[in-house]
């Protein structure tokens, strides 16, 4: 399942809501990526489609979205015994 899928009807209502053009989000993009090469822990696989998809949840604001980013994958870097080890935590017999 993909969280941040969003259909082309949607997209096009939301950069209409927001004011937005594609050449924007192309732009945002671009920016996204030149500053993505700066972070080490940030992996280096993600795509256009996804980094707009996260442009687009964040409002179009760069700045915000690169906070989001930067927090998200740091935090799960330094806590990847949480994350992976979640079934040991909290066995999944309990929620069945």
């Known amino acids: 399942m993909d ?8 997209r ?4 209409k809501q927001y004011n937005v053009t594609e050449a924007q989000v ?6 996204i990526k ?15 489609d996804f980094i707009a998809r996260l442009l687009l949840k964040n409002k179009f604001r760069i700045e915000h ?8 994958f740091r935090l799960r ?9 979640l079934e040991n935590i909290v066995p999944s017999k309990q929620f069945g």
């Not at 096009?12 to 950069?15: F, G, N, Q, R």
């Not at 192309?26 to 920016?31: A, I, M, N």
């Not at 979205?65 to 998200?72: A, C, G, R, S, V």
């Not at 870097?77 to 080890?85: E, M, W």
């Open 26 to 31: 192309e732009e945002g993009v671009k920016t």
């Open 34 to 48: 030149i500053w993505k090469e700066k972070v080490q822990h940030l992996p280096t696989n993600m795509t256009d």
């Open 12 to 15: 096009e209502k939301v950069l």
């Open 3 to 10: 969280l941040f899928l969003v259909t082309k009807e949607e």
């Open 65 to 72: 979205t690169k906070e989001k980013l930067d927090n998200y």
């Open 77 to 85: 870097a330094q806590n990847q015994d949480l994350i992976y080890g």
